[in-house]
């Protein structure tokens, strides 16, 4: 591949591994037995677009414009170019969420952004109504694979996320190497 043909193309076509992202409404009733922790209702979709800006915003509207969901996602950008969609549901259906969250990763890699895409993840929060996430568990899309994350925590509840890959042990890809997680 020539430098003007690297330019051209939007990112490298891999296609994302987006079924795996399914096994994580059988997995919920496992985190709620062994952590006591239920589905939020809230997840994203993070990406990366390398280039110009062009890119990155035609990116951004292709995530959020999905066609299912009943309201139009946020799309988030940190300092480090990367974007964040963020997908809610009020009666937090993981299932329905699960879908959104496939359905907006879909759509980017249907228009050449598949291997701009970073990692999908779900909340679990405590039963008592509160929003925040406990726990939240990371999809990495190049890999098909799934790691426990403490977000927002200072420092990170490592038993918490432990606890959490015991229990999901069998139910889900858990990802083997420790350098591969994604710090929330």
């Known amino acids: 591949m020539t430098l003007l043909d690297s330019k051209l193309v939007r990112c490298w076509t891999s296609r994302p591994h987006l079924q795996s992202l399914y096994a994580l409404a059988a997995a919920a009733p496992r985190v709620r037995a062994a952590l006591g922790l239920v589905p939020t209702g809230g997840?994203?979709?993070?990406?990366?677009v390398d280039g110009d800006a062009l890119a990155r915003t035609e990116a951004e509207l292709i995530a959020?414009?999905?066609a299912r969901l009943p309201v139009h996602p946020l799309v988030t950008q940190d300092f480090h170019g990367r974007s964040t969609v963020r997908c809610w549901r009020r009666?937090?259906?993981l299932r329905v969420l699960t879908g959104d969250l496939v359905d907006v990763a879909d759509r980017l890699s249907r228009a050449g952004y598949g291997g701009c895409l970073r990692s999908a993840?779900?909340?679990?929060?405590?039963?008592?109504?509160?929003?925040?996430?406990?726990?939240?568990?990371v999809y990495l899309f190049d890999r098909g694979t799934f790691h426990a994350s403490a977000p927002g925590s200072l420092p990170l509840d490592r038993a918490l996320e432990l606890r959490a890959r015991a229990a999901l042990h069998g139910a889900l890809p858990l990802e083997p190497v420790a350098q591969r997680r994604f710090v929330l």
């Open 43 to 48: 997840g994203t979709v993070g990406f990366k």
């Open 64 to 66: 959020a414009t999905s």
């Open 91 to 93: 009666n937090r259906d």
């Open 121 to 137: 993840t779900v909340e679990f929060a405590e039963p008592s109504g509160r929003r925040q996430g406990k726990l939240a568990l």
